[in-house]
């Protein structure tokens, strides 16, 4: 009897640690699938029912046999319930999202806090504002929220991925709580905790309704063209006070370099499908989807192709670039959203029918 009440003991744990890994980095490090990950948060408090229910019958089984003194039974409530806060609740806090706590500066103010060995920045522009986002102020928190004109809008930044989109929050269910879910094939998963829903960055589609982010574009450059260019713009700065924060950076830095590096084939999470050997797989391409086809365009060829213009599924659209910045223009000279920066690699496992402009 007691060897049975150790192995359903065994049983229990080995679940409540699995699920722990799953909703976790160290999933992904042992390449859990996709679907297994968003299929575990859509139904998380079934399962939690579920193993709740099973610690139930191991106290009573416990009650009955006396197999083990009640500081044990006492230390494995706690690692399940451990656990159940790993799933939910240790993303979230390792990555605290600014959707509604962002805090910007201007340029002269910000000047001072943007690192040389990092100064890429996003510029998104609303009617007369601009706005600039540091990739260094944004890999950890992720997300950044602003309000303009009545409206909400987020700037999300997946650092696996290289690549900032810019959302409106409202996609139609009401006001959205966007927080770290985790991440798949080196991509970002948020979940929308006041909707019940997760998105993945990549693609700003909800997973479990039929609801898509209006993505608007952004601007990708270095800090010193960009306060040269937008003097009046406000500047998202993280206040980075934490102990973990400093933790996570030097977790990170190096791994990220690494992950930046076009001369290393190896990404961070192994869970890629690299068979298309039209780019290389680290290059930080443009990427463009239209809701049907995607195009990704080599940035060697976008900046040095100023005023190129070509039909893509439907529409004529014309690069247009400094040798530095680029810019996707439609027919009427107005900027579309484009994946700036996000590596060829990812792109190709998230849209593998993909063309490629090169």
């Not at 007369?128 to 260094?136: A, D, G, H, L, W």
Request: aromatic share 14%; net charge negative; with cysteine.
């Amino acid at each position: 009897m007691k060897i049975l009440f150790n192995l359903y003991a065994l049983v229990l744990a080995s679940f409540a640690i699995f699920c722990a890994v799953l909703m976790t980095e160290p999933g992904q490090t042992i390449g859990v699938p996709r679907d297994l990950v968003l299929h575990y948060f859509r139904y998380m408090p079934y399962y939690w029912a579920g193993q709740a229910i099973a610690l139930a019958v191991l106290w009573y089984a416990n009650a009955k046999t006396r197999s083990w003194k009640p500081v044990w039974m006492a230390l494995s409530t706690a690692g399940v319930a451990l656990t159940f806060w790993a799933q939910a609740y240790a993303m979230p806090m390792a990555f605290p999202t600014e959707q509604t706590s962002a805090q910007y500066y201007s340029v002269e103010q910000a000047d001072a806090l943007i690192p040389a060995e990092d100064s890429r920045v996003y510029l998104v522009e609303i009617g007369e504002q601009s706005y600039i986002f540091p990739r260094y102020h944004l890999q950890v928190p992720h997300v950044a929220g602003f309000e303009q004109d009545g409206t909400e809008y987020a700037v999300t930044y997946c650092g696996l991925s290289n690549l900032p989109m810019v959302v409106e929050t409202d996609y139609g269910l009401g006001e959205s709580n966007l927080q770290v879910l985790g991440q798949v094939h080196n991509n970002l998963v948020f979940k929308d905790v006041n909707n019940g829903t997760a998105i993945q960055q990549i693609t700003m589609q909800s997973e479990f309704t039929e609801h898509k982010t209006s993505v608007l574009p952004n601007t990708q450059m270095e800090w010193e063209t960009a306060k040269e260019m937008y003097p009046d713009a406000q500047v998202y700065i993280y206040g980075m006070e934490r102990l973990l924060d400093e933790v996570l950076l030097g977790l990170f830095e190096q791994p990220l370099k690494d992950q930046r590096n076009i001369e290393n084939p190896n990404f961070i999470f192994d869970t890629l499908n690299l068979d298309d050997t039209r780019l290389n797989p680290k290059l930080e391409i443009f990427g463009y989807d239209n809701g049907h086809q995607q195009l990704a365009i080599d940035p060697n060829f976008a900046r040095k192709n100023n005023g190129f213009v070509f039909e893509f599924g439907g529409e004529i659209l014309q690069i247009e670039s400094d040798g530095e910045i680029v810019r996707l223009l439609n027919s009427e000279g107005k900027q579309v959203a484009t994946h700036n920066g996000v590596h060829y690699g990812i792109w190709t496992q998230f849209f593998p029918t993909t063309l490629v402009l090169s």
